[in-house]
């Protein structure tokens, strides 16, 4: 919403504006571009505009969709569908990746999983064999032992933690 009032304030009508993306119904001159790129620094946001930054930022939103969004099915195979939502090669999008990012598109996938287990965890909703389910571990055992290895700490652990910081709201 704050990417689009930007644009609309500064007299552009996007075409659509999806997190990481806006395709506006003209191209801008370079002195348009830099009054919307100095008002979005305002609000903790910058333009990307060259096309290995573009593949960067789109391979990061594809996971965190997939991870964090309910409705998305995580049980595909992340290349498969790295390459079918950026219509480039899987050796060349984690290739590039990795040079970048300096870790792996697995690592960051991996990353990305784990913190939404802390966070289904927290909300203490889910079983931990219905988590690991929902984000396609072959067991909870995997997921235990990934967690760990990512945090320090098995999830009965981190859950207790949390647990332990939050205060009944009689004692608040």
Do not use: C, W
Not at 109 to 119: G, S, T
Request: hydrophobic letters at 35%; a negative charge.
């Amino acid at each position: 919403m704050v990417v689009k009032s930007v644009f609309e304030t500064q007299g552009f009508e996007p075409d659509y504006v999806n997190l990481g993306d806006v395709k506006l119904k003209r191209d801008i001159s370079n002195e348009e571009k830099e009054l919307i790129s100095n008002e979005l620094e305002q609000y903790g946001f910058s333009i990307i505009d060259d096309k290995k930054s573009k593949i960067i930022e789109k391979v990061k939103t594809l996971i965190v969709e997939l991870v964090h969004q309910q409705d998305n099915d995580i049980k595909t195979n992340l290349s498969t569908y790295l390459t079918n939502h950026i219509n480039h090669d899987y050796n060349y999008i984690t290739n590039l990746f990795t040079e970048v990012e300096g870790t792996t598109i697995e690592k960051y996938f991996i990353a990305q999983k784990i913190e939404r287990v802390k966070e289904l965890l927290v909300y203490n909703e889910l079983t931990l064999n219905e988590i690991s389910y929902q984000l396609n571990y072959s067991s909870v055992s995997h997921l235990s032992n990934q967690f760990k290895k990512i945090t320090g700490l098995t999830p009965r652990h981190f859950k207790d933690i949390q647990a332990n910081k939050r205060k009944p709201l009689d004692e608040v």
